[in-house]
């Protein structure tokens, strides 16, 4: 049913929490993970400065390069075949071409519950996941502790 799982990250807990998901259902399943990152470029899009972009992009990439680390080790901890990529660009856009393009069966991420005004204004990158992913999307939300 599921062989190639695609786990977006940002390093948040709640998609560590997503990524422990993904693990889970791929041991079960014998798939592979893709786990990416996506260095949001949308913020500084017209940013005027030289060297701006050069100095947050590589911070975004290293904070990027730690998370998929993470993801990484916890699959490889539970014999669960992983790859990792990191690319650039609008996130919900970059998540659904990059599973289309790796034929993925699942795509499982984190959801922070964003509500009200937030929500409105800016979006919410899941739910633009589920209305243009080819797969079904599992949601994760941060457990209540």
Known sequence: MYKK???PTDGSDVSIEAAKHAIVIAKKFDAEIYAIYVVDVSPF???PAEGTWELISEVLREEGEEALKK???MAEDNDVEVHTEMIEGVPAKEIVEYAEKKEADLIVMGTTGKTGLERI???SVAERVIKN???PVLVV????K
């Open 5 to 7: 799982i695609v786990v």
């Open 45 to 47: 899009v017209g940013i």
């Open 71 to 73: 993801i990484k080790k």
């Open 121 to 123: 204004l800016l979006g």
């Open 133 to 135: 992913a080819h797969c």
């Open 141 to 144: 939300k941060k457990p209540k």
